[in-house]
């Protein structure tokens, strides 16, 4: 059977900054403090950028935690 997707964290801060066409989006997990930073074109709009920052915030967070699992 196929394993489930990791579920994202409850709490997250997005901070946007968009310079000329470009946007940086970080995802903050407040529990934990970890961060995942995407650049992305302005031109794919607000809510693609967010949900693929926190798509990446979700794999930062398993990532750390199969770090410390080992």
């Known amino acids: ?3 489930k997707p990791p ?3 409850k709490d ?3 901070e ?3 310079t000329g066409a ?6 903050i997990d407040a529990q934990t403090g970890i961060e995942a930073v995407l650049v992305g074109p ?3 709009g607000l809510h693609t ?3 693929n920052a926190l798509r990446k915030l979700v794999y930062v967070i398993e990532r750390e935690r199969s770090k ?3």
């Open 16 to 18: 946007i900054r968009q």
């Open 49 to 51: 950028l967010k949900i």
């Open 22 to 27: 470009m946007v940086r989006v970080s995802a």
């Open 7 to 9: 579920l994202p964290p």
């Open 68 to 70: 410390r699992g080992r």
């Open 1 to 3: 059977m196929a394993q």
């Open 12 to 14: 997250v801060l997005f």
């Open 42 to 44: 302005a031109a794919a």
